[in-house]
């Protein structure tokens, strides 16, 4: 089974378009945000994802988004990505590598909360949501072209989402200081590009879905490449 099939089988204990997945991944989070540190680097993505996934939650039961149960199916078999990669962490097995930095720096002491959250969005939006979308097109047997208008709508959500992360959890009043290692470092990567990637990557992976060993090695080395971002976004700064 190829990579992209096996995340197509880890999303399958959510039926198609039952939003009610979507209460039962808030309370995921919701239980790792009690069992967790506050300072624990996958604590703070937890709690920024959680806010994100809220959002996303009140939206969808709103009708915000023009295909409201694919939108909800996504939002659920991208978080089911996450939760997985937890699970593993938790169980002494190696997480995909976008996630590893994440869970091995976790409560390293000179990487900041900002740099913890940025790389947990890196991991997620950079290599699971492709592979989420991909999931979706293929249970609900959908085109890219119909996820689309509902990818920008959550992309502007996450965009907004982005500026209020980076000035909560920036340290420090000299915010504007590009001499500073973090501004530097942090100002260095967006949620902008990396969403633009996730979806070229979607298109590419959904081009070769009948090739699986291209599949295979494309899924590969984005994973590969993204965690190297990550690995950087978490040097620390002491």
């Given amino acids: 089974m190829t990579r992209a099939g096996a995340g197509a089988g880890a999303g399958a204990g959510v039926r198609s378009a039952d939003p009610a997945g979507i209460d039962w991944v808030l309370a995921r989070m919701r239980a790792l945000e009690a069992?967790?540190?506050p300072r624990d680097g996958v604590a703070v993505f937890n709690r920024v994802y959680l806010a994100v996934t809220q959002e996303?939650?009140?939206?969808?039961?709103?009708?915000?988004?023009?295909?409201?149960?694919?939108?909800?199916?996504?939002?659920?078999?991208?978080?089911?990505?996450?939760?997985?990669?937890?699970?593993?962490?938790?169980?002494?097995?190696r997480p995909p590598a976008c996630w590893r930095p994440l869970f091995q720096l976790r409560g390293?002491?000179?990487?900041?909360?900002?740099?913890?959250a940025l790389a947990g969005i890196n991991a997620h939006i950079g290599h699971d949501l492709a592979l989420a979308?991909?999931?979706?097109?293929r249970a609900r047997g959908l085109e890219p072209r119909a996820l689309e208008g509902d990818f920008n709508r959550i992309?502007?959500?996450?965009?907004?989402?982005?500026?209020?992360?980076?000035?909560?959890?920036?340290?420090?009043?000299?915010?504007?200081?590009?001499?500073d290692?973090?501004?530097?470092?942090?100002?260095?990567?967006?949620?902008?590009?990396?969403?633009?990637?996730?979806?070229a990557s979607f298109r590419?992976?959904?081009?070769?879905?009948?090739l699986?060993?291209?599949?295979?090695?494309?899924?590969?080395?984005?994973?590969?490449?993204?965690?190297?971002?990550?690995?950087?976004?978490?040097?620390?700064?002491?």
Avoid: K
Wanted: a negative charge; hydrophobic letters at 50%; one cysteine or more.
């Fill in 35 to 37: 069992g967790l540190p």
């Fill in 56 to 93: 996303v939650a009140r939206r969808v039961t709103a009708g915000g988004f023009g295909d409201r149960a694919a939108a909800a199916e996504l939002d659920v078999r991208f978080a089911r990505r996450y939760l997985h990669a937890v699970d593993q962490a938790a169980a002494g097995r």
């Fill in 108 to 116: 390293h002491p000179a990487v900041q909360p900002l740099q913890f």
């Fill in 133 to 137: 979308l991909a999931d979706t097109c």
């Fill in 155 to 179: 992309g502007a959500l996450l965009v907004a989402m982005e500026e209020r992360i980076r000035e909560e959890l920036m340290p420090g009043p000299d915010i504007l200081d590009v001499a």
């Fill in 181 to 199: 290692p973090l501004t530097h470092l942090v100002g260095s990567w967006t949620l902008e590009a990396a969403r633009n990637a996730a979806w």
């Fill in 204 to 210: 590419a992976l959904w081009a070769l879905r009948a």
């Fill in 212 to 238: 699986p060993d291209l599949t295979e090695e494309l899924t590969d080395r984005v994973d590969a490449s993204v965690g190297m971002v990550g690995r950087c976004l978490l040097t620390p700064l002491g």
